[in-house]
C-alpha cells in the first residue's frame, strides 16, 4: 500500500505500527489529541512546518519494508 499525502493522521496510524515512531521523530508530537487524528498528513505537516515531501518518503519506505 501507497501512503498518501491525504491519507489522514488516524489512517495512518491504523494501518501501519511503524509510522507513529516516524511523525514522532519528525515533531509532530500530538498524535493522541482528537483534532490531529483528522488532519490529512499534508495538514499536519503543514501546521508543524515539516517538509510533507520527505516524511511521505520516508513513510513508504518503511511500509514498503513490512
Known amino acids: 500500500m501507497t501512503i498518501t ?3 489522514s ?3 495512518l496510524l491504523m494501518l501501519n505500527e511503524h509510522i507513529a515512531p516516524i511523525l514522532m521523530r ?3 508530537h500530538c498524535l493522541g489529541c482528537p483534532a490531529s487524528t ?4 499534508e495538514e ?3 501546521v508543524h512546518g515539516i ?3 520527505v516524511l511521505l518518503s520516508q513513510i513508504n ?3 514498503a519494508q513490512d
Do not use: T
Open 5 to 7: 499525502k491525504d491519507m
Open 9 to 11: 493522521i488516524g489512517e
Open 26 to 28: 519528525a515533531g509532530m
Open 38 to 41: 483528522g488532519e490529512s498528513l
Open 44 to 46: 499536519a505537516c503543514m
Open 51 to 53: 517538509d510533507c515531501d
Open 61 to 63: 519506505e518503511i511500509v
